[in-house]
């Protein structure tokens, strides 16, 4: 029905950037909210970052000033410039959608898989 597929996690030193990228795909009708949550080793799920249609972002305070999110509507993506990278980011980061599809017609949540960002010190 839908997936959503991550890209652009790797290895980075200390301070380094990297950019992640989310699309989703399928029978959607309409994208609520689009972004970021990571579980780092030894930690739960958390927020990172999230955006909705017609809203401004909401960030966690751990990423505030050197994360920025972005949307994409028309090609169902959103982004995450990530900045000034310290080891503490190291984590599997999620991409996430609440979102309306054509068959259900109703606000359901998705979830990637899941891509890896580790960062050296």
């Known amino acids: 029905q839908v997936q959503l597929v991550e890209s652009g996690g790797g290895l980075v030193q200390r301070g380094g950037s990297l950019r992640l990228s989310c699309t989703a795909s399928?029978?959607?009708?309409?994208?609520?909210?689009m972004g970021w949550y990571r579980r780092a080793p030894g930690k739960q799920r958390e927020l990172v970052a999230v955006?909705?249609?017609?809203?401004?972002?909401n960030y966690s305070d751990s990423v505030k000033g050197r994360f920025t999110i972005s949307r994409d509507n028309a090609n169902h993506t959103v982004s995450l410039q990530m900045n000034n990278l310290e080891p503490e980011d190291t984590a599997l980061y999620y991409c996430?959608?609440?979102?309306?599809?054509?068959?259900?017609?109703?606000?359901?949540?998705?979830w990637g898989k899941g891509t890896l960002v580790t960062v050296s010190s």
């Open positions: 996430y959608a609440d979102l309306v599809t054509t068959v259900a017609w109703a606000n359901i949540d998705y």
């Open positions: 399928g029978s959607i009708a309409r994208i609520n909210t």
């Open positions: 955006i909705s249609d017609g809203d401004s972002p």
